[in-house]
Structure formats: C-alpha cells, structure tokens
C-alpha cells in the first residue's frame, strides 16, 4: 500500500466508523495484530522503546529506525511510525530514513521532550519542509501537545492544528485531550483527527462516536500484553 493509499484510508468515514490502528513494538506484535485482519499499523515510541530497554524518549535514533524496518519487514500492511520529534534531524535526513524504514507515515510531536512546547509557528515551518521533502510519499501525523504540557484550551488545539494542516499535515493528533473536549475540536479542525484509545472496545466506540477519525493506542497495546505476561509469570510461580 502506498502512502496515498493509507491517506484515502482516511477519509469520507462513515461517522462513528474510525480508522483503528494497533501499535506494534517489534516484529512479532506485528505480525499478531496484521494477522487479525488490521488494515495497517502505527508503532508507538514509547512502546518500541520499552521493547529496546529505554525509557520514553530516549532511543537512540539508529536503534529506532531499525525497529521500525524490522516492523515494516515482518508484515504485508502498511506501517506508520512515532518518531517523536524527529531527532533533530533535517527534514531531508528524516524523509530519507522514514522511506528507507519503509513506512508510509509518521508521527512528529510539537514539543521537546514532552517538557516545553515549540513555538507553533516554526514548527509549523519546519513540517512544512518536511512535507515538501516527502512529497505525497509520507502521511505527516502532527501531533498538538497542548493537552500534555501546554494549557489545555481547546482553542490552542486548534490554533496550533490550524497551523499544522496549513503546513501540510494531513492529520492532527491532540494527545491527552480530554473525551469532552473531542467535539469542540472535532468543529475547529478541517481533516482527520487522531486519538488515542485505551486497549478496549469502549473505549475506541465512545471516541468513534464523538468524531474521532482516527485511533490509536500508544504503548497501551505493549503495556497491556506485559502485564499479562506478568500476571501469568506469577501464576506459573505460585
């Protein structure tokens, strides 16, 4: 599937019908969760972190990068892939290690190290040239961490996603906003809307229903399969 092909995914969704994207962190979560019928994936980076023995934030980019190819390898859909705030990177380097990986998409966050948030309008820019590098080659996921670090005003959701679609994102990703506040800017935002669900069927129905477009998981998906691990680790101790 080619990133167009994953951008249709996208839109004309019937409402309360969203795109549901499990987040796999290695290449054998991946094949489970493209086995059971998903039309594509999105990595987590907190996920693929834990799965490489760092905390949230600290992958080293090459080791990043390579988890991610080996997603990609390990399964016939499409994959999209957190690489956090693109590492510092050019925009030219980051487009070319995203294609090398062989994702079609990518998420790129709007703050450093979910601590402070960048100035909107550079950062604005700067996805503007990375869209310009990737062409129609990428889906950009730009995520809008006011909720996380900033105010948590709707209005600068959508001050900033306004800015973002502008510069040629084609999906805004309000992380941590609260469900009240999803048809608010479900009304301020032209184009898909990403949210991030809890790893159970309500949870991804009720933000369907309230005009989420997208859904994904973060690590909940590695954090849930670790602590069944866990639970039965103890089992078979007992």
């Given amino acids: 599937m080619t990133a167009s092909t994953f951008r249709a995914l996208h839109h004309d969704r019937a409402a309360g019908d969203p795109l549901v994207l499990p987040g796999p962190w290695d290449a054998a979560s991946a094949r489970v969760l493209a086995d059971a019928g998903y039309p594509a994936l999105a990595t987590p980076s907190a996920g693929v972190a834990a799965s490489l023995g760092y905390e949230d934030g600290a992958t080293p980019p090459d080791e990043m990068f390579a988890a991610v ?4 390898r390990a399964v016939s859909v499409p994959v999209s892939a957190d690489v956090e705030g693109g590492y510092g990177l050019a925009p030219s380097e980051l487009v070319g290690r995203l294609l090398e990986a062989g994702v079609v998409g990518c998420n790129l966050e709007d703050s ?5 948030l960048k100035d909107p309008r550079r950062h604005a820019d700067w ?4 869209r310009a590098e990737a062409g129609d080659a990428l889906f950009i996921n ?3 961490d006011t909720f996380l670090v900033g105010t948590g005003d709707p209005a600068d959701a ?3 996603a306004h800015l973002y679609v502008a510069a040629g994102a084609d999906c805004v990703y309000p992380i941590l906003a609260p469900l009240q506040v999803l048809p608010q800017l479900r009304d301020g935002i032209s184009g ?4 991030a669900a809890g ?3 309500e949870s991804v129905a009720e933000l369907g229903r ?6 994904t998981f973060g690590p909940g998906m590695q954090r849930y399969a670790m602590a069944s691990i866990g639970d039965l680790a103890a089992e078979l101790r007992a």
Avoid: C, Y
Wanted: charged fraction near 30%.
């Fill in 192 to 195: 898909p809307i990403n949210m």
């Fill in 127 to 130: 996805l503007a040239e990375v």
């Fill in 158 to 160: 959508v001050e900033r």
């Fill in 210 to 215: 309230q005009g989420a477009t997208r859904i």
């Fill in 69 to 72: 190819a080996r997603i990609v």
């Fill in 199 to 201: 790893p159970d069927r």
């Fill in 112 to 116: 450093e190290g979910d601590a402070t």
């Fill in 142 to 144: 730009a995520r809008v």
